[in-house]
């Protein structure tokens, strides 16, 4: 069954969603509809899974056209999810008292999704599932962490992120709408809305590395990661979705190396239409580095630190980050 799984997917990945051009041939009846319903209400869900379903032949198809009304219409509430992390840390030592604020929090989110179209993560994926169930798709809504530039995941961390699992031709894929939405500026606090379809089905093998599941089950896929391994990983930002890339192999977040050492880390390009041009900043000054480019879209990037000291490392594609690490150079 595994192996199935992994097959469909590398199937859905090169067939559906390997180019833009690819994804929006093979979803573009779903997007037409979804585009003709901006900002429809969400106080009556059967009626709006239909008109966004019924047309549509596929469950995959059906699914693009929910994920996407979902992220391009309901806008990430920063305050929502502020005082939801708050209330969890206050009350993780007490389950009772969690699960009562949790039902009583819940009720809150739903009613200010039908009053605003604005919500946190747990809105999105109450949305998805309801429109999922209305449809006639089996789905999940799954709780874990999800790990950024300006959330720092630690061993004691409460769940900080809700996201989905869809079933299509039986088989489990993973996708989160809040992601796909937009952003919260960490300046004011403000929502940027950005159409952005990477977090749609996206390979397991690579979500994992932002999103890690409370529940393993819902890794999906064999020998995973331990929670070590996610919340010591890089900081990996949207655009490296958003360029197709794959992690091959790289240290943790937190690099320790001897002077001249050198540090490698190998990216693999799956999109060569998208040729993304690498930069690298250290310290926010742009350097140099060895860049090796293999025939297979295999990039190896390789970094050397002649003077002792503790440096931030980014690496870029066209200008928006991709990977983040801290390199202490002894």
């Not at 090169?14 to 106080?43: C, M, W």
């Not at 093998?205 to 932002?210: A, K, L, P, S, V």
């Amino acid at each position: 069954m595994i192996f199935s799984r992994l097959v469909i997917i590398l199937f859905l990945l090169f067939h559906f969603q390997l180019t833009n051009a690819q994804t929006h041939n093979r979803f573009e009846k779903a997007d037409s509809i979804v585009a003709h319903y901006p900002n429809h209400g969400t106080d009556n869900l059967p009626y709006l899974a239909h008109i966004l379903t019924d047309s549509l032949d596929t469950d995959i198809e059906k699914y693009r056209a929910i994920f996407m009304w979902v992220s391009h219409n309901i806008s990430n509430d920063y305050y929502l999810y502020r005082e939801n992390i708050r209330n969890r840390n206050k009350l993780k030592n007490n389950p009772e008292k969690l699960s009562r604020w949790e039902r009583n929090y819940s009720a809150k989110v739903f009613k200010r999704l039908n009053n605003t179209q604005q919500s946190m993560c747990t809105g999105y994926a109450f949305l998805i599932h309801e429109l999922c169930l209305h449809a006639g798709i089996k789905s999940k809504i799954i709780n874990g962490y999800g790990r950024t530039s300006t959330t720092n995941v630690k061993k004691s961390s409460p769940i900080n992120h809700s996201w989905n699992a869809v079933l299509i031709e039986d088989d489990w894929y993973l996708s989160d709408a809040t992601w796909s939405s937009g952003y919260i500026r960490s300046d004011n606090k403000s929502f940027v809305p950005v159409k952005d379809d990477s977090y749609f089905l996206i390979d397991p093998q690579q979500f994992w590395r932002t999103h890690f599941p409370e529940d393993m089950n819902w890794i999906l896929f064999d020998n995973p990661p331990q929670f070590e391994d996610f919340i010591n990983g890089p900081i990996i930002y949207r655009s490296f979705y958003k360029f197709k890339l794959e992690l091959l192999s790289s240290p943790g977040f937190r690099v320790e190396v001897d002077n001249k050492e050198p540090v490698v880390i190998a990216l693999k390009h799956l999109d060569p239409t998208l040729k993304p041009h690498f930069t690298y900043n250290l310290n926010s000054n742009k350097i140099n580095a060895s860049q090796v480019a293999n025939e297979d879209s295999t990039y190896y990037l390789t970094f050397e630190f002649k003077k002792s000291g503790i440096y931030d490392l980014q690496i870029l594609a066209n200008n928006e980050n991709l990977l983040s690490y801290q390199v202490v150079v002894k």
